[in-house]
């Protein structure tokens, strides 16, 4: 029993910054702008999440450091793949690249420490289990993640904003005709997904751990992007997607901790393998939005 609770939780830690990804590519897909870029925001939110941290010694400062940081990652998204009407996969590599670079410099060049920063403040647990000699803490971040997975659902689903959002998403021409600002809907879009991104990367370094490490984020946000696919473009099918690669994710860790006697590389390499899988069932038979990674221009 206490195995599996330890699981359970460990599940859902995992599962936590997958989740805050994935709602963030639902609302910049639905509103019709690719979005891989969600690897580089999620890094650039772990960063911004450790150095606001260590200079101010709150976490929830720390936090809302990441979400100005991710906001301003998906700014240069949006204007890029919006006003300019560039290529959003080329845009999206291209931001990816661009974190991975300045996170490892600023690293480098404020702490000097191989990589990895020095331990700061991090979000507090929600509570803790004790079970017999085992203490099992749930993080607040968890909590932050149920709710923001309920007003995404509600927001999407049962607001005009919502409708408005999905509608650029599959017709932009039909919503532009009645009124709907195409332009600023998908702004919306994608400025959210870099709030959540952002907050998804301080949940990596200030709310599961407690310093930033060069390249932490380890493809996560690949595979919300995968679990977002996974569910369809739905907020609740991307969180059921996101617990199952996250379970992967915990399992792996806790045959290492058992000593199971297989190499480590396989085991850390399963939730990948998994996405893959899942993806070579699923994808075939999701579709996107309508027009999704297609630039809309009012003049034509």
């Known amino acids: 029993m206490i195995t599996f609770i330890t699981l359970v939780v460990a599940t859902l830690h995992a599962a936590t910054p997958l ?32 150095y606001t941290s260590f200079l101010t010694g709150s976490w929830l400062l720390g936090v809302l450091g990441a979400i100005v940081a991710g906001l301003v990652v998906a700014l240069i998204h949006a204007v890029v793949s919006i006003n300019f009407k560039a290529n959003q996969v080329v845009s999206g590599v291209a931001i990816n690249l661009l974190a991975a670079g300045f996170t490892e410099f600023m690293v ?21 289990i004790k079970l017999l000699t085992t203490d099992v803490s749930i993080n607040s971040v968890v909590l932050i993640a149920v709710v ?11 607001t005009a904003w919502g409708l408005r959002l999905r509608a650029v998403g599959e017709h932009p021409l039909a919503a532009d005709t009645v009124g709907v600002s195409v332009y600023k809907m998908r702004y919306y879009g994608v400025l959210l997904s870099g ?37 369809k473009w739905n907020p609740l099918g991307a969180v059921a997607a996101c617990l199952l690669f996250g379970l992967a994710d915990a399992a792996s860790i806790n045959l290492q901790i058992a000593g199971v006697h297989l190499p480590q590389q396989f085991l850390s390499m399963a939730p990948y393998v998994i996405t893959m899988l899942a993806l070579a069932g699923v994808v075939g038979r999701s579709s996107p939005p309508a027009a999704d990674g297609i630039p809309y221009d009012k003049a034509s």
């Open 195 to 231: 709030v959540l991104a952002g907050l998804a990367g301080a949940t990596m370094s200030i709310g599961l751990t407690s310093r930033f490490l060069n390249g932490m984020v380890s493809g996560r946000g690949f595979i919300a992007l995968a679990a977002m696919i996974f569910g």
């Open 148 to 158: 923001l997975v309920a007003v995404s659902h509600w927001a999407l689903w049962h």
């Open 108 to 128: 480098s060049r404020v702490w000097e420490n191989g990589g990895q920063s020095p331990a700061v403040t991090t979000v507090p647990n929600l509570f803790t």
């Open 19 to 50: 989740v805050l990804g994935a709602l963030g590519g639902v609302f910049s897909e639905r509103s019709g702008v690719i979005n891989i870029a969600l690897e580089g925001m999620m890094l650039v939110g772990a960063w911004a999440a450790v």
